[in-house]
């Protein structure tokens, strides 16, 4: 297997592009990454896509994007896990270029989400939902995520307010980053007055969907050096799976996949935590937020909390996360997602994450999670 490395990066604004088609996000994208490297052409295009089938009524992505984007006859298909999409095309780049079956790689993540709006898009979302078991009885994510976080609460004697920190500080961070899709910050105390979504699940708990695309160019990393000034080397990639169904895990409160995922990556890049410079999470909830602290060993199980409430996680914080905002302020584009991980991450171990910059960011992780944590995909990035 051959090393790998992000020699490009490039993304649009997070928001609702009411007068921008699907199509004209990607290729925006894609022309920002291919602009921010000396390369004119790619051998293939993954593409990390989560509802393009249900919202936006169209399928066959790879071979719509590429050809749009006069990217004519190259090897170019979808990838699917959900939330997860983004994180998933990654991997599926990574592995290609790993392998020496692929040159060079254009991994994209686009999302339309206000191609259908209201309980229609609810319903949308629901197909990455236990058909069978759970979206057919009108299950959301949002009613999940809450079902967890009232649990969390119960059992380790937590009161909602201390999970206000983590929306706290994504927008702290958001309110710095010209693409997020909310810059406005909050006020401690204003969390757990919210509107309610989901009971105990508020309006400034959930990250936004939103539309955006975000690419990055892969390659090997012995020709990266030959191409970039600053390669960010892929040091490891993992993914993992859980239940889909959450009624049928034996743990409710362990995120078994965001751990499996988590400790194959530091196994295969050699590094631990105490190694991480910055760490990308999943904060579609807060509830996330703090399982996957627990789950991926930066905090005790009923613990992840206090790493919010202890000021940990801001830019100058012993774990920064979120920190051009995550999805609650930069915006939740879905399958996007984990690709605005990689470019936001590759902006910090490049020092060129003006505002956002976390001092002496050395090794980042990003982590993409599918649903509720049915599918968990980690990057150990290094600079």
Known sequence: MRDVAII????????????????????????????????????????????????????QLGALLADFAGLDGIEAFTVEAAEASGGAALRTG?????????????????????DMVGTARTGARGVSLDADYEAVHGVTLPALAALLMRRYMEDYGVELSAFENFSINAHANG?????????NQLKPGGFARAPMIADP??????????????????TSAERAVDLVAQPIYISGSAAATDTLALHER????WLNAVHLSTQRAFQQAGISQSDVSLFELHDAFTILSALSLEAAGFAARGEGWRTASDSQIGLTGSLPISTFGGLKSRG???GATGVYQAVE??????????ANQVENARVALIQSVGGIGSTAITHVLRA
């Open 8 to 59: 490009g990066i490039g993304q649009t604004p997070v928001g609702e592009h009411w007068d921008t088609s699907l199509r004209a996000l990607a290729a925006d994208a894609i022309r920002a990454a291919l602009d921010d490297v000396p390369v004119r052409s790619v051998d293939a295009l993954y593409v990390g896509n989560a509802y393009g089938a249900p919202i936006s009524s169209q399928s």
């Open 94 to 114: 990574y592995l290609a270029v790993a392998s020496g079956a692929v040159e060079t790689a254009l991994v994209l993540g686009v999302e339309k989400s206000s």
């Open 175 to 183: 309110s710095k980053n010209a693409n997020a899709m909310f810059r």
């Open 201 to 218: 699940v508020t309006l400034f708990d959930g990250a936004p969907d939103a539309d955006g695309a975000a690419a990055v160019i892969l």
């Open 250 to 253: 034996s743990d409710l409160l």
């Open 332 to 334: 939740n584009p879905v």
């Open 345 to 354: 991450a590759a902006l910090q171990l490049r020092g060129a994450a003006g």
